[in-house]
Each structure stands twice: as structure tokens, then as C-alpha cells.
């Protein structure tokens, strides 16, 4: 692992993750940019510690039991030096969304993924989760006819006020171009939204037109974004992205409208996906009730009525990467429904997703290509 | 009336919504563009039956205890001619929106009824919720601070296959140009929604910049639109009309984020109102629960946990049509609590709306002015 | 008119509903206990008003035009004698709940309902909500299979203190044996919720055992108590009436399992109804989606997505006692599904639940006869 | 591990909820009755392997590095033997609930846990949510006053048709005195809504009254009951567990009802929490936002709006077991928030609910002591 020391967020999730199924162990890390926080750090998990990166990926090379899987957890800024450090290193890599910090990181990111081999994997959490699954797997088997519309939203409220000058570190390097990225929200919240939006219609993205605003004072990046979506296949949609509207913890929502049913999905609620056939009545699909898609039971590890979370969700990324690892190493093909999880291509998207939105935005509102 | 024989609808809503309250009685009737059926109406009705406005206008001025207010439910193309001849009448009108057909129309009804000097209501009706008026009156108390984000949105299906064509008459007239007007969703929908937005905030919608589609074959009108807004002071918004969302019957949702607090409101479950207080756990205001402004219970007619639905917002603007008609006869001020009701000016700024929102998504997505 | 003078609650709900639909006309009334109010508030609605109900009734039958019908709206203790003195005179009775006070009130209420030949409704509202006759249809239609179980529960927060010494009039004589009758919450919500059961599975409560309580000190009357039923057919269930239950408006809710699905239907979310069938995914029936029974449109005003409320309910058994009326004046029958409304006898059911349930508390807990 | 192996439901979840923290580490297992796919099941998991549970705790308390704690997650007959050899052989148990299948069992576990000086925890696991948690924390600090009405309920459907004969193993031993026990729907559901009532309340159920019926025809066990409560302190309920409810999965409720607030909670949606207090608005508590108790703080792993589900509640119970051991171990007092997870007394208490339940209503309904 790279990142996730002390005082971090993700790391932690992520070592969840990993341990709730049991398909990875975790035996060393460069859990900080400090060295001694990383020592440090690595000491309490009980796993061998790094100074930096380079020398965890040069150290586990050099042991017969070294690493096979780096993940990398870190701020935006340190996603793609160490990620590509450890596909030359011929290590598969579990990253962090969004994939980097520039288009020229992502292109490069893309190469490497692709030159070496080895499986990429991006942490697009929220396609892990069963339902989502089963969205996917309904509007592929034509369920609800042609998409028309794709109503995504991000909203959060965290950054309502300045919390980057109280000293909280996740609010600070993400307000940060120089750590976050070209995008504030459009960075931190519209990349999962575009993501979860392409993964369950199965189209692209084709243009945008944004509309983006730093409402807190002094914030050089966007902290609301409001974008419209033209897709593939003639849909429309709109996107928005916040970290200031009071009352949204994290209520990522995505609704698909095709030409015989519809689609709506809250990430608060994720057990349940509502499913509104044209001129029937709307019924609640969830795990485990009623004749459902192999995709959603691929996901999930409780019976009906128990439900999953944020962290199963989480999970089942890395069950799906480690099935993607075991399978390149075994030289045979992957499980289909394994082999739906986010990599570096929907990495390089989400990238394109933000800095289009910023050209639009920056220009007063135009269409512009991904 | 004006309008509402036999198979209309909103005509039946208009009488019922005026019956609740006793404040108005139903005396006369042109109720069809077909004289014979407007008269075969009337009989149904026990009420005088006109062949066409003209005449119930000029036959009701003639009579000592002829009718004082007008109410015009006919389609929209029909609004302005008789509005304006009730104006010059002496009469007082309460009007369906959207207010007309055209921006002449509408500039040539707001000098109507403005040289007149009698009361001109426009049926908003979603503005009489209890808990719309509460949201208005928290926004104007500052209880959620200087509003910065927007996003109101009216989703309907029923026209996601094309209903126009099966003699379905409260389709065919929406879908047709000359009698729907500029916008389909926009016109019949995305007013509506403008006008709970500045409604509610007390900002107005000062550009815009539209998408718009029709997603069913041969249909001349939009039946889905995707809208940016900037409204005055610096918020900005969202707003998402459509006809072809299958799952929504009439899923008008107004969310209004302020600098410390936000509020969401719900049509098909008007009696919540949900107020998060920036860091504090979000409360679900209710009539009759806990202190409410006055506005709240100025509308209401039944005790907390007892619903109110459409027909009890409908009234509301009646009643408070009553209360301007009795001050405006009186020589007194209305009731204050009463004269937030929408009037002719709203009618304009709506026409406005639709107009430059059709504007800009000819163009392909430019901001326009209102 | 008897009862709804100033001040009173239920009278001016009942007014509301008959305007609604324009089937009654109110012309008449003795509207308070007090002479001198009853004329005051007479006065005010325009009507003819009468110092009692005899007067009332003698003035109305000696004229051509008086009244065919009364609305019986006074506490418990006040609906026997008018309710029977009007049915010996002719008039058909529309009386509110619970029927009256006693049960030998109950059984002469009956007699003279029978011998009378008048048409006498019981103002039971919420068998007038759309969703409950769509779910009284299907439990008939045999959709959910044979009823095994019924959770139905009425809880209020309203009198979690001694309101009823604070001069609240609605309080005061809610709680008072001799003007409400043998229950507390029992009476007044008890009878609803027993009604509502009954209503929908077309079973009737044989059994009751009951725990009842007085939170509040002093209070006369149960504010709380739990009944355990036993229904033919031999469904099992359990009824829960509650005044002292913070956060709980009129929380109406019931609950219908039968062998192949359920239902669900909450008073304060009137206008959906969710049915499961047994293994598949939940559906949310709401009026005008879908495939319904024609007792849900029977009783519908306003297109899907437009809310109906408490008032509208009303309305219905409003709507349904004036086609009761007119079948039995034009010697007809009735519209069937009309005369689902609840009468004479679902009253002095109301009576002998409440009675069982007071006599089986009052006796430690032990299964009561109806 | 005793019991868990394949096709076993409870185990995984164990072995999932154990690994989420990393408090403990799997490392030997009696997975099944059956020794050949006891050892097979072991192999898979790459544990040590025994034949049965004896064997088990030998084996490990022969090694230096021998396990420290047993889970015993075998069908209910199979739990005292398992539990009371560990303890006796000086290891720490977690126990799946109920305790066990009789009171004489019951007393022998409670007598072997105090005589061991070991451990005992149960894993009633619905009391490991962060807002159960400060649902418990509020009563106890009067938050919501005296404690008045309890309702608590947890519906399930799957035994609606006998899918005992179908050969599913988990129906077969739930609904087989022999292996479930003297309750069905009690057993299996009723005494994890009697935890979670004491649990939150701080109160006993001192006497119940009980109405249990078998709806499917031939089933030995109550596959419904109601159950009337009167708790310490003057409290009153109702408890429902049910396993014919169509519609229903774990519908898990708990209403809890003071002289100035109520509080309710659903495993369904377990990361909220609706607190009303008496006159005021409800408002929806959730983990991380606003101010909760460091109860709710200390049962938490993610950041607000990203839910916690049923594998984080059951690790919760696992991560406070880890505490208690540890203090054991080490001779301190544990951390006071961990010590409230279930132990040996609560199991005796579940137990003797049950069977004063099944007595009741044997009896045909009588209040009985627990």
C-alpha cells in the first residue's frame, strides 16, 4: 500500500475492503510521504514498513514472497509516479479515483497499465455495489429500452464553509490544484457520478456543458458544478456535483430514463434499486427478492433484508481485482462479471470528464468534447 | 369560467378547488369552444351557459347579480382573449397558467389587467402547498442564509409514447404548437417549476441556458429539457423538466441550498418539508408541528398528520384570489399573507422563461436573459 | 347540521368534504349546545340556525325545502338522540365516529336506523381513500390469498400531557367518560383502526384481549392500549391505539399478510399502497398507474401524482351517503361500490370492540367476545 | 470455530465480521457436525481442522499458539455443549444467539461463564449499530423522559410456504423443537427483538402475554407470535415476530416511546436514527452528523453517508468482544462503551422470554413472569 497512514481516510477503507473478503493480505506499505509517519505507521499495522515508494517497490521485488499487488491510496497528486513504478515493476496496481492529476499523467498511466500486462484496477467504489450490478444488467438486457435521459447528482456539504483553514488534511489537498486536480467537486464527486452514470448505461459520454462555481470565498476550485450531458446513442442528461448544499452527506444518485421503464438508484440506500416499468407500477428490487440478474448476486455476501454498505461495496472491487489478478496469472479469461470493475481506461474518461468540464466552464458554457 | 366542459380536466379541479372553501360560487359558464357543448355543459352544471366568452361576458355585465370574477381553464392558445376582455369588462380573473401563448400576448395581458385595476390571480398552484409557503417565509427570515444553489426539477411519463395520436385530448393540445405555444415540457412543466424556484428563494432566474429534446418521433414540441440557471444575488440552479421519464407522475421537487442551510420539498408528499440546518441533524417540518411561520398555517385547512393534497393548494389560491378581490372592493390592503399569490407579473416572467430557454437551446446552449 | 359550531373541530371538515363535490347543500344548523352560539355560528355560515336539534328537526320537516339529511358532528355523548330523533322524522343521517356512547345507545341507534328505512352513513374517513378500497378489492379478489395476519395501529402524541386541563376543548372532552364514552384512545382511535381492519380483509374481529393504560396521572380513560385479535377465518393481530406517543401525528397504519403477498397502507402517505407478492419484488400501487381495481378510481378526484388528502376521504363517504340517498329516494339500488361506505352496523361493531377491549384490560388480560 | 462449514449461513458471517477489523485472526475449526466435511471445510479456509469440537479444544490447548477465543455458530441444540467445554478449558467464547435450546442449558452456560472467568459474548448483532447504540445512549441520559411504549417487531416472509420439506437446511432445523427449540418465529426473531427492546431501553421485560400460532400447516413451531410486554418501570409494548409476512426480509423495528420524545429505529435502514422530540420537529439522526453520543462514535467505521450495513454491526460485536478479552487478559477494566455488548445474562434472559412466550400462549393467553 501506498498512502493511507495516520490521520488518512481511504487507506483505512481500503484495508477493510481487502480484509473483509479475505482474498488479500497486506505486508507492507510507504503509508506516507513522511518517512517517519510511514515507518511509523507500518509499525502499528505490523506490516513492513518503506521510506518512500520506490524502495517498497524495489524491496518486495526482492523477496520471494514480496508484494504481487500494490494499491495506491494517496492524494491525487501521488497517484501516478508510484502506480507506474509498480506496472514496470510488473506489480498489478489497486488506485485511488480519480485516476491522476493531468490528461498527460492519465495518457501516460494508460501506457504503462497497458505495456506491462498487469491488471489496473480503479477503486469506482459505488460500481461494486449489487444493485448497481443489476442496473447495469437491466439496461443492457434492453429492460428498459433505449436510454433517453441520465440524471446523476454528487451532492455533499462539507465544504460548506472554509474547512481547509482549520487544518483538516482532507479538506486542504483537495481544494488544492496542486494535490486535487483541475476539478474541485468536479474532481472529487462528478468523476464518481460520469463513471457510475457510463457504467450502468453502458454508453459514453460524448460532450458537456458546464457550468461550475467556487461559492466559498477564496477557493480556487469549483466547489458546485452543474453539467449537461450529451451521450452516445442520442441520451441526454445532466450532471451536478456540490460539496455545498446543507443537508447531503455523500447522496450520490443516479436515475436512467429509457423508452419503456426506469431506473433510480440512491447510494444511501443502496440495497434497494427502484424499477418503474412504463405504465405498471414501480417495484423495489433488492438482493435477494424475486428473479434477479447473476450481476447483482456476483456481489453480494448477505441475505436479503441484511444490508450492505459502503465497505461491502468497496469489497467487492478488490474481489473482482483480485479474480482479474488470479486469472492473468493463471492465463485463462476472467469471470465475465468480474471483469465489469473500473480500470485504467474508465480512469483516463473520468479525467477527460473533468477537464472538459473545466474548458466548458472556463469559456462561459459551450459544448465540448470529451 | 371559461373553459372546462365535459373531458376537460383542469376545469374540475378549478370548481372543486373554489367549492372547498365556499368563498366563490360558480353562477355562469362558456365551458366549450363548441357552443352546443358549452351549453350542454352548463345544463349539467345548473348554471348559466354561455356559447363563447364574448357573450358570457357581456351577459353577465348585464345582470345585477352577474358574475364578478372570470376564470379562464382553457387551453393555453385561448387564455388571452378572454382575460384581457374580463379585465376590460371590470371583472377580475384568476388565469391557468402558463399565462399565454406568445410574449405580445403576454405584455398585451399585463397592460390589461394593470389599466384595469382589478385582481388577476394565475393559477401556480403548487404555491399554495402550507409548506411552500413555509419554505418561502424561511428563506426570506434567513434561516438558511444567502441561497447558492438551486435545483428544482418537474419529471412526468405519460407522454413517453406517443399519446397525442390516440385522441387523447389533454395530450394534443399540449404537444401542438399552436395551441401549447413555444415549449411542450418547458411550457406545461418547466413554468411550474420556474415559478416555485423564485417562489420560494425571492431571487429571479436571470439566465439561462437550455437543451432541449424531443425524444418521441414526429413530436414538434420538447418533451424533456435540461436547463442551467443563474439567478440574481449569485445562485445558481438546475432545473429538468420532462414528459418521458417513466416513474414520474408528477415528481415536481424543489431543493434549495443556502450558505447554512438547505430545504427540499416533494409535490406528490407536499406535507414535509425537510430543513437541514448546516451541521445539525436535518428535521422534517410538518404542518402543525412545532413553530411554523404564519404563512404555513395561512393556508391550511386540517390538523398535523391529517394530509392535504392538490385540490387544498388549488383552493389556496382561490382563497387568497378572495381575499384580493374583498380588499381590492373594499378599498383596503389585502391580507399580506394572501398577496404572495402568483399574479399577472409571474405570468410574464414564466413566458420569459420558456421563451429564452427555447432561444438558447436553438442555439445550441447559449446563456440568455430573461 | 348538529354540532361544528365555533370552535369545534370535525364540523367544519365535514362542511369542507360535502362542498367538495357539490352534492350536498348545507342549509340548516344547530351547531352548538349553547343556543346563543348555536345561532352566532349559524348566523355566520349563512344558514338557518336552530337553538337544539328538535327545534332543528320540527323547523326543517315543516318546510317544503328542509333538509333531507343530517350531519351528526357533536362529541360522543350527543349523537344518539339526534341521530334517532332525525331518522324518526324521515331525514337520512351522516354521523360522525365512534357511533355513540353506550352499547344500549348503540343497539336503539340500530333499531331505529332499521325502522326508519333512511339511509344512515358513519363518517369511518379513511375507507374513503382510494388506495384502502383498492385494497379492500384486491384482498376480495383473492391477489394476497387467505388473511393470516392484521397489524393495524393508531398512535398520537397529542395529549403526551395534560392538555385537557389547559382549556383545549378537544381534549377535554375526549377524556371525559361521560362525554366520550368507555375509551380513551380506544374510543377515539381504536374504532378506526378496527374499522380499517375490518374494512379491507372483509373479516371480522371475534376476539379481542387487551392491556390498557393511563400514562398521563389523573386521566380517566385509557391514552394507550394494546389489543391482541383473533379475526375469522382465523387471521391473527394486533391493534395498538396511542395519544402518547411523541412524534406520531395520526399515525394510521395497516398492515394485511395473507398466504401469497401483503399490503401496506399508511394515513399520512394516502395515496400509495404497497403490495407484495410472496417472492417477488415489491410494488408501489399509487392511484392512476397501472392496472387498479374500479373501487380505487371510484373513489379518485385528481389525476396520478397529484395528492389526495384527509379531506378528499372524506369526501368520498360524503360522495357515497348522497348515492345512497339518491338510490333509496329513486327507489333503486345502489352503485355498489358506493355502498361499501360504512353504516348503522360497522357502528355497533365499533361499540362492542371498544366494550371487549375495556371489559378484557379491565380483567387482567383475558380473549373477549365481540 | 465450532459449526459454519459449507452451506452453513452464520459462520460466513462470523468469519466476514471477524476479519473487518482484524481483531482476530481464524485459525482452527470443528466446522460440522459431519467430520469428512468438517475436514474438508477446514482445508478450504486453510485452518486447522478437527472432527468435532472436542478434538477442537484439545488440539488447540495442546499448542503453544492454540486459539484464545471459540465461535459457536452450530444450530441452537449445538451450542451449550461446545460453549461450556471451551470455557471450562479456559477459552473465551462467542456465541450465536439464542443461547441455546432449554433453561436447564441456559443456567448451565451462565454457571460455566461465571465459573470460568472467561468471556461470554453473544452476538445479538443488531445492538453492534452505531445507532442503536445512540439510541441506548439517549434513553439513558433521559433524552427522551420515562419510557411509556415500547413497540418493537421483526417480520420475516421466507417460511411463508414449508420450505422445511424443500430441503433447505436452514429452514429444516429452525422449524425442529429438537434443534431450534421451544420457540419458532420466538426463537429465531423474538428474542432478538426482545435484546434490542432491553438493549436500547435500559429496562426488563418483566411479564408477557402471548398469542403464537403455526400458519403453515404441520409445522411443530410458532411461525408467528404477538406478544404483549410490561417492562420495569411501568412500561408497556408489543413485540411481533413473524416468518409468514409476505413483503417483509429482516424488517427489524424498534419504536420507543418516552414522556418527551420518541425515538425510532429499522435494520433495514440502520444508519438513521428518527428522534421526535414532544413538540418539536423529528429529525433524522445519522452517524457523523451533528452532535451523537461517543456511543454512536465509538460503533462507527465510515464517514458520514456511507452506510453501514449487517457485516459492520456483527463486527462490531466481534471488535467490543476483542476489548473485553483483552482487558481480561491483561487485568484492566474494559473500555465502558465496549462492555455493553451481550453476554451470558442476556442469553439467560432471552431464553426465559421465550419460554414464558411459549407458556402464555399455551395457555391461552396469561400474563407471565419471566
Redesign the interface.
Known amino acids: 500500500m501506498v498512502g493511507g497512514g495516520r490521520g488518512a ?1 481511504i487507506g483505512g ?1 481500503h ?2 475492503a481487502a ?4 482474498r488479500f493480505e497486506l505486508v507492507a506499505g510507504a503509508l506516507s510521504a513522511d518517512a517517519a509517519n510511514a515507518m511509523a505507521s507500518a509499525a502499528e499495522l505490523g506490516i513492513r514498513g518503506y521510506a518512500n515508494f520506490a524502495e517498497l517497490i524495489a524491496g518486495e521485488r526482492a523477496r520471494p514472497d514480496g508484494a504481487e499487488c500494490v494499491s495506491v491510496v494517496t492524494p491525487n497528486h501521488l497517484h501516478a509516479a508510484p502506480a507506474i513504478a509498480a506496472l514496470e515493476a510488473g506489480l498489478h496496481v489497486v488506485c485511488d479515483k480519480p485516476l491522476c492529476l493531468t490528461l498527460a499523467e492519465a495518457e501516460a498511466m494508460r501506457r504503462a497499465a497497458e505495456a506491462s500486462g498487469r491488471v489496473f484496477v480503479l477503486s469506482h467504489n459505488y460500481t461494486g455495489h449489487p444493485m448497481v450490478r443489476q442496473a447495469r444488467a437491466m439496461v443492457v438486457a434492453g429492460e ?1 429500452g433505449a436510454v ?2 441520465v ?1 446523476v ?1 454528487y ?3 462539507w465544504l ?2 472554509k474547512r481547509e483553514d482549520t487544518g483538516m488534511k482532507q479538506a486542504a489537498w483537495r481544494v488544492d490544484p496542486a494535490r486535487g486536480g483541475m476539478g474541485g467537486s468536479l474532481g472529487d464527486l462528478g468523476t464518481h457520478a460520469h463513471n457510475l452514470a457510463e457504467y450502468v448505461t453502458g454508453l459514453r459520454v460524448e460532450h458537456v ?1 458546464a ?1 461550475a ?1 467556487s ?1 466559498v470565498a477564496g477557493r480556487a476550485l469549483d466547489d ?1 458544478a ?1 453539467v ?1 450531458l ?1 451521450l452516445s446513442g442520442g441520451a ?3 450532471l ?1 456535483s ?1 460539496q ?8 450520490l444518485r443516479l ?1 436512467v ?6 431506473l ?1 438508484w440512491s ?5 434497494q434499486l ?13 438482493r ?3 428473479a434477479l440478474h447473476p450481476a447483482a448476486a456476483h456481489a453480494t ?12 461495496a468497496f469489497a467487492q472491487i478488490c474481489r473482482d481485482a483480485a479474480e482479474l489478478i488470479l486469472a492473468r496469472e493463471e492465463g485463462r479469461a476472467p469471470d465475465p462479471l468480474a471483469a465489469t470493475v473500473p480500470g485504467v481506461e474508465e480512469g483516463v474518461r473520468g479525467m477527460r470528464f473533468v477537464a472538459a468540464c473545466v474548458a466548458s466552464a472556463r469559456e ?4 465540448t468534447a470529451l
Open positions: 481516510f477503507v484495508r477493510m480484509r473483509l473478503d479475505g428498459i433517453r435521459v440524471q447528482e451532492p455533499q456539504d460548506s464553509t456543458l457550468d462555481q461559492f458546485n452543474h449537461l450529451r441526454r442528461g445532466a451536478w456540490s455545498v448544499s446543507p443537508g447531503n452527506e455523500n447522496a436515475r430514463y429509457g423508452e419503456t421503464g426506469g433510480e447510494q444511501e440506500h443502496p440495497n427502484r424499477h418503474a416499468p412504463l405504465g405498471e407500477a414501480p417495484r423495489v428490487l433488492a435477494g427478492v424475486g455476501r448477505t441475505p436479503a433484508g441484511h444490508p450492505e454498505g459502503y465497505v461491502e462561459g458554457g459551450r459544448w
